[in-house]
DNA sequence: ATAGGGTTAG
């Protein structure tokens, strides 16, 4: 009889189901299966891990296995919880829980992975509960996979409760807590651990993923120096050999306002893969470089020797560049090109692209003909662009479609209103404004910051919280004196209320991006970049009025809102007013 | 009967 690695090995080799039962066929009338556990656990795992991924396969196998033991049971949870399906691997556990057997570390690995991917709390604290009791403790891996369930489960405070009681982190326990924190939406503790990590008395190294991680978290802050010092980190310590590292620093500076860094670090990339192109892309359909996206796209699709097939990501990047630069029939032709299958948000790129055109009874055919069910967002959309064109009658039809889905979103009434407000139509402004006061619907306040020295500044509209507060309103007065000489009628039609037009200019005039901008004017040295980042979409006046800053203060600023970034220099915007 | 299991950019 051959040796029993052998075997393993030949499993191990195996590209399909067929060649598996092959060899399960084979071993069977050997007399091997099911009698060797070592064998048919390895049968098992590989039936259940990629590229066989026969989970179903696997389930017959077990269920025809009379004597199992832990190890037959973790190949399956092993399975399930790197499937598709992760919740199949916390239904299975509990047969592990009833059976003769203990779980062991890897039960409960397994077990941590699936919460982890479904976010599933309640497993996560059972489980943490089941690793103290069977003694787990001094188990350090174990643990790092506890962190991340909790953090990945939403539950940071345990996270850190955990990462702080552990005797001994290694890098990977600091990565799943760093990158916890920013996925959680702290990344302002994230990068303070990766400083103290980076502390000559740290136990722990960074590493690529660290540094990957750190990145992530100056992206969410759009703190450009933050992220400059984890670029020398990492050249420092020659982390940026790792391309996984580049595609990091892309996003990050292009996610802080600095495309041309973004495009610097792309060229130097000697072979961008897939998310490296995906990152440039969508840096730059960000900063509204639209054209420049739709070549990059073209480049990276052409065929030869460095062709790469674009994915769901890629359409994503390239259709939202098209949007923001106004390029319909490019976006239309990439649209129809793509031979993978469009998910909601391509066609929210259509329905998106067509309606700023105007072409709004397109956008309506597509949405009432894709072979998906429209969401909330894609009427949204669409009646976004109702408001832009002042389509009262589009507007009133997609408002009564999203009252059917059972959309209370703010904004939906906001939309409505001023496309009635923009005709005067103060009767319906009112009749909408009484839905929002009996449904309880609130506008979602704006505010802006600016980031100074490591220290955020918020403003909120009409906000007098901040101590310079008295200085920053007579910088407006100053401003509005100045950009007069400029030109500048202030547009008053975004204003919600039915006011008269003098306190329309007033509701404009302490817009927080407004007091964003004075402060920066205030705070800053003559020839510095002013950058503001915002909680929503610029307002056209808002707009209006950074042009003129820019020119008649002559400052680069810089906003970032929801959706992209807008650079204003000598009175014009990087978007060219198309938004 | 051993080892296996953790982090990662768009």
Known sequence: MAQLHVYETLLQKCKALSQIKQLQAYLTVAGVLPAVAGIRVKLLEVCSLAPISALDHSQLLFAHTSSRTTNDYNALLRGFAASDEPLQALTFYPLLLRSPSRPDALS???????????????????????????????????????????AKSGELQDAEKVFDEMPKRDAATWNVMISGLVQGGRPNDAFKLFEQMCDPGSPAR?????????????????????????HSYARAQHLDVDVRVLNA???????????????????????????????MIMALALHGHGTEAFYLFKEMVKPGANEIEPDAVTFLAVLSGCNHA??????????????????????????????RAGRLSEAYNVITSMPLEPDIVLWQTLLGASKTFGDVNMAELVSKKLAEMGS???????????????????????????????????????????????????FLNGDKGHERWREIYRM?????????????????SNVLHDIGEEDKE???????????????????????????????????DCHLVAKLISKAYDRVIIVRDRARFHRFEGGACSCNDYW
């Open 326 to 355: 106004g390029l319909v029939n490019e976006g239309l032709e990439i649209f129809m090109s793509m031979k993978i299958s469009r998910t909601i948000k391509h066609y929210g790129c259509i329905v998106d692209l067509l309606g």
């Open 108 to 150: 409960l690995s397994f077990a941590l992975k699936a919460s982890a991917r479904l976010s599933d709390l309640p497993s996560s604290f059972q489980l943490h509960s089941q690793l103290l009791r069977l003694g787990f403790t001094p188990d350090s891996i174990l643990l790092t996979t506890l962190i991340d369930s909790y």
């Open 476 to 492: 407006l007065d100053e401003i509005s004196v100045k950009i007069k000489v400029f030109g500048y009628v202030p547009e008053t």
């Open 206 to 230: 960074p590493n690529e993923v660290t540094v990957i991680a750190a990145l992530s978290a100056c992206a969410q802050l759009g703190a450009p120096r933050e992220g400059a010092v984890v």
């Open 249 to 279: 620093l892309i996003d990050m500076y292009s996610k802080c306002g600095c495309v041309d860094q973004a495009v610097e670090v792309f060229r130097s990339i000697e072979r961008p893969t897939l998310v490296s192109y995906n990152a």
């Open 408 to 458: 209370n979103g703010d904004g939906d009434y906001v939309l409505l209103s001023n496309v009635y407000a923009a005709k005067e139509r103060w009767a319906e402004v009112g009749r909408v404004r009484e839905e929002m006061r009996s449904k309880d619907v609130r506008k979602v306040p704006g505010f802006s910051f600016v980031e100074l020295d490591g220290v955020v500044h918020k």
């Open 506 to 540: 007033n509701a404009l005039y302490y817009h927080s991006e407004k007091l964003a901008m004075a402060f920066g004017l205030i705070s800053t040295q003559d020839c510095e970049t002013i950058q503001v980042i915002k909680n929503l979409r610029i307002c056209g």
